[in-house]
């Protein structure tokens, strides 16, 4: 993006809290900065949250002395099991809630996407086990350092997402196994001691708050892990089997499942066992599409349990639904006893009423509810009805106590419209990410302008999604929208029209061609769903960098000016802006044979997390605390960066203060144009509070310069054009609607348009 020159400093916000304004904060919770942060200038001086209280006891699963067999028919096992259980905490925390009128202070019928982005509009979102902390020092205590926040405020970050930290993986026995999805797969309430403790939590709130920031934390509707609440359900024990989508399969019919190999407590069913087990009436059979299908690992969706006797005596074989992976049984959101439910909602008020978070990401959302279909048809398992349902009831619940709620839904964007009308206040965009990447790789805009439009006339306002840069996640190229719902749709595209299921073959198709193979040996395939990359890796093999080890200076500015552009792209658009500490420090890949006892099982995910020390804490560690490797960093730590007038950091925050101070975030997305030049993307947003005027961001995903017109039917002829990098006059909108623009590579602009004043008429004329 255009950076400001540095002379110049954009005028002063008249409501901008005074130093003596600012000193209420306490003494402990010191708030002096050398800048005023963004929160203070741009949005409405807030009251200091209070400290959250403890409302469960603290406790966690951990091993404990042996005193006797973990079986079934053992009461101390089984109590010690209840001990532990998710659903058992949900039910003491929600009596806590019950019968107080606070209960009824916050509207919660509707999403507020305004509102969430107004709360805070960027994140940072952490990744726990890739932090470098300090020795001796905690993952969460890390984030509620003064001098990250401090260093956040500078930069323009309000919120800090932390990725999952609570109990995850699995009991064996008296034993927890490892996590087997990086703290996905959730097991308990409270914070697993690897990343430290409630209280760490809370304090991390209270520091947030004292900075005007916002915890985000997360809660998981779609499943959990194989913890206290799955051992009980093997077990037949009162409700607990209604919290999954599990069959008890009578002993006459157990031929019908496969044997479960020594060492393991379940085995995934093939094909055929998972047909044999529909015709029989168990299950609903196939669904719509195996998620992280790899033959031999995972065939189906649905594993099967080794005998597990119970209380009663009983000893029971079961077939369970997992959408993921064979360790994270699907929760059901429809049985009688209502578990999964009471299970999910006291997880969100727990992390909302106890640790004191803000906002709650919900994964795994979209795939709460599966029907039997036709015969010889999948199970309806995707964009099915009870997902709405579940998830406004999520989503109404965390707006009833005060928070917002924001989904990774990758599905279609009708499915985003139809989930967001009534639950979650925000959503992943899933949709231009991809796109971004491929202009990015092909220097062509054409599929970004396309799914921006296509958003947009399906009623998915800009405002209501996350536009984030590398997240824990492989860049994924799925299109679910193109390749599933809108298959037949006819799109035009490169001269000519293709449907849906063509279009995302071709993006998916040059996407893989650019960034992964002998052109960039540092990124991989992951199964079908995407690249395993961080954004630099990306943007590396985009400019035909074959080996990031041994890239020149000169190559490192190349790989920044087009990060920024990326991140332009992201920023200066309505919506939360969120970006990584792989982002902050320009991480790439690590090498595989780092990690290769994690990629064993196809998981190349792993290659993008590595570990980053994000302030320079600890510049001897070779590893995070959780044993992740160093990765390669291109920009350095935070406060090296803003040494740095010219470092990938210092120019960011120039963007994010554009961003804050013309309330770019909550505009309206109303235009995406037709371009001059393949390589020009141009948005239109108007003001909502301030008719008249208009922000345009205007940017070149090519690395060479470019010249064209910026042509809209929403600019007013006679509209004035200010850069608002640096605050001088840009030109003037011709009769055409439209104004010359030129661009360096990888550069863009921020315009603020304001229309000419209406002819006033001429008080003699009657």
């Not at 469960?56 to 699963?61: C, I, M, P, T």
């Not at 209280?199 to 005007?212: G, L, P, S, T």
Request: hydrophobic share 40%; aromatic share 8%; glycine share 10%.
């Amino acid at each position: 993006m255009a950076t400001p020159p540095e002379e110049h400093v954009l005028p002063a916000d008249p409501d901008a809290q005074s130093d003596e304004e600012q000193a209420h904060a306490p003494e402990a919770l010191d708030n002096e900065t050398s800048e005023p942060n963004f929160a203070q200038v741009f949005y409405p001086a807030r009251p200091r949250a209070l400290r959250p209280r403890a409302r469960l006891r603290g406790k966690g699963a951990r091993s404990v002395m042996r005193p006797s067999e973990p079986v079934g028919t053992n009461p101390i096992y089984v109590a010690w099991l209840r001990s532990q259980s998710m659903l058992q905490d949900a039910k003491d925390i929600s009596r806590q809630f019950t019968g107080l009128g606070s209960m009824w202070q916050n509207p919660y019928a509707t999403p507020d996407p305004r509102a969430a982005v107004q709360t805070a509009s960027v994140w940072f979102t952490a990744y726990p086990i890739s932090m470098i902390t300090r020795p001796g020092e905690s993952f969460l205590a890390t984030l509620a350092d003064q001098d990250l926040w401090r260093t956040f405020q500078r930069i323009g970050i309000q919120a800090i997402h932390t990725g999952p930290v609570k109990t995850a993986g699995g009991i064996s026995g008296w034993d927890m196994t490892p996590s087997i999805d990086g703290h996905f797969d959730r097991i308990g309430t409270h914070i697993d001691p690897l990343f430290g403790t409630e209280d760490d939590f809370r304090d991390m709130c209270v520091v947030a708050a004292a900075h005007d920031g916002t915890i985000l934390d997360d809660i998981v509707p779609g499943h959990t892990g194989k913890g206290a609440d799955f051992r009980l359900a093997e077990m037949g024990l009162e409700d607990y089997p209604g919290i999954y989508h599990m069959v008890a399969i009578p002993p006459e019919d157990w031929h019908l499942l496969p044997e479960v190999p020594e060492g393991r407590d379940s085995v995934n069913l093939d094909e055929e066992a998972e047909q044999s087990l529909a015709e029989a009436g168990y299950i609903v059979g196939r669904l719509q599409r195996v998620i992280f299908q790899v033959p031999g690992v995972k065939d189906t969706n649905w594993s099967a349990t080794s005998p597990v006797t119970g209380p009663d005596g009983i000893s029971r074989r079961w077939v369970y639904l997992h959408y993921f992976k064979e360790g994270q049984p699907s929760i059901n959101w429809l049985d009688p006893t209502f578990a999964g439910m009471r299970l999910v909602i006291g997880d969100a008020l727990h992390s909302l009423g106890d640790l004191g978070s803000g906002g709650l990401r919900l994964d795994a959302n979209g795939f709460l509810g599966v029907e039997k279909s036709a015969e010889d048809s999948p199970a309806w398992s995707e964009g099915h009805p009870l997902s709405e349902a579940a998830n406004q009831l999520i989503g109404s619940m965390v707006r009833k106590v005060g928070g917002f709620t924001f989904q990774e839904l990758n599905l279609s964007i009708d499915d985003i419209l139809d989930t967001s009308k009534a639950g979650a206040d925000l959503s992943y965009d899933f949709v231009n990410r991809p796109a971004y990447h491929h202009a990015m790789a092909t220097g062509d805009t054409e599929f970004l302008r396309l799914t921006l439009r296509e958003a947009m006339e399906i009623g998915v306002e800009a405002v209501s999604l996350v536009h984030a840069l590398q997240n824990h996640d492989e860049m994924t190229y799925e299109l679910v929208h193109f390749a599933s719902e809108h298959a037949d749709q006819i799109y035009p595209f490169r001269g000519e029209e293709i449907t849906g299921a063509e279009l995302a073959e071709t993006i998916r198709a040059e996407l893989t061609e650019v960034l992964t193979g002998d052109n960039a040996p540092y990124n991989a395939v992951f199964t079908t769903n995407g690249i395993a990359s961080t954004t630099a890796s990306i943007i590396a093999a985009s400019l035909g960098i074959t080996d990031p080890a041994s890239m020149t200076e000169e190559d490192v500015e190349r790989v920044t000016q087009a990060h920024l552009l990326l991140a332009g792209f992201n920023a200066l658009q309505p919506g939360v802006f969120a970006l990584s500490g792989w982002d902050l420090v320009g991480a790439t890949t690590l090498p595989r044979e780092q990690i290769e006892h994690l990629l064993t099982t196809g998981d190349t995910r792993w290659i993008h997390r590595g570990a980053y020390d994000l302030m320079g804490i600890a510049p001897e560690a070779t590893a995070s605390t959780s044993g992740m490797p160093r990765g390669q960093v291109l920009y350095g730590s935070l406060p090296e960066q803003l040494e740095n007038p010219r470092s990938f950091v210092t120019r960011l925050k120039e963007i994010l203060h554009l961003r804050g101070y013309f309330g770019i975030a909550t505009t309206r997305q109303i235009d995406i144009p037709e371009v001059s030049h393949p390589a020009m993307l141009v948005m239109v947003h108007e003001y909502v509070q301030w008719p008249g005027q208009k922000q345009l961001t205007v940017l070149n995903f090519s690395a060479e310069p470019i010249a064209g017109t910026v042509i809209s039917e929403y600019l007013v002829p006679g509209s004035t054009l200010m850069d608002m990098g640096d605050g001088s006059a840009f030109g003037e909108v011709d009769r055409l609607h439209g104004f010359h623009v030129e661009l360096g590579g990888h550069r863009g602009l921020a315009l603020l348009v304001t229309e000419p004043p209406e002819d006033e008429p001429d008080e003699d004329t009657e």
